[in-house]
C-alpha cells in the first residue's frame, strides 16, 4: 500500500462501498499514520467489512477514532472485536450508535 502519509479517511453515507470497503479497511490497518476513519450513516452491514474493522483494530498501531455510527455493523462485531478493542493502545474514541 502506498498511502503511508494518509491520516484521516472519511466514507460517511455512502451505501455503495458494498464489499469494496472490507479491502480499503484492511488495507489501513497497515498504514502507519492512519488516525481516524469515519464510515458514519453508510450502511455496510456486511461481515467481511466487520471482520476487516476487526483486523484493523487488531493491527494498527495508530488508529485512534473510530466513527461506525448507523453502519449496521455493530449487530456482526464478534466477541474477538470485543477483545482486540480491549488491547488496543491507540484508540481514543469509538462510535458504535445506531
Known amino acids: 500500500m502506498r498511502s503511508k502519509q494518509l ?3 472519511k466514507i460517511g453515507d455512502n451505501p455503495h462501498m458494498g464489499t469494496a470497503l472490507a479491502t480499503v479497511i484492511y488495507n489501513l490497518a ?6 481516524l476513519i469515519d464510515l458514519a450513516g453508510s450502511t455496510v ?12 483494530i487488531k493491527i494498527s498501531g495508530a488508529i485512534e477514532v473510530l466513527n461506525l455510527n448507523n453502519t449496521g455493523l455493530q449487530a456482526l462485531l464478534t466477541s474477538d ?7 488496543n493502545k491507540t484508540l481514543r474514541s469509538i462510535n458504535l450508535g445506531s
Open 81 to 87: 472485536f470485543y477483545q482486540a478493542l480491549g488491547e
Open 30 to 35: 497497515f498504514s502507519p499514520k492512519i488516525r
Open 7 to 9: 491520516e484521516i479517511l
Open 45 to 56: 452491514n456486511i461481515a467481511d467489512v466487520a471482520e476487516a474493522i476487526y483486523k484493523l
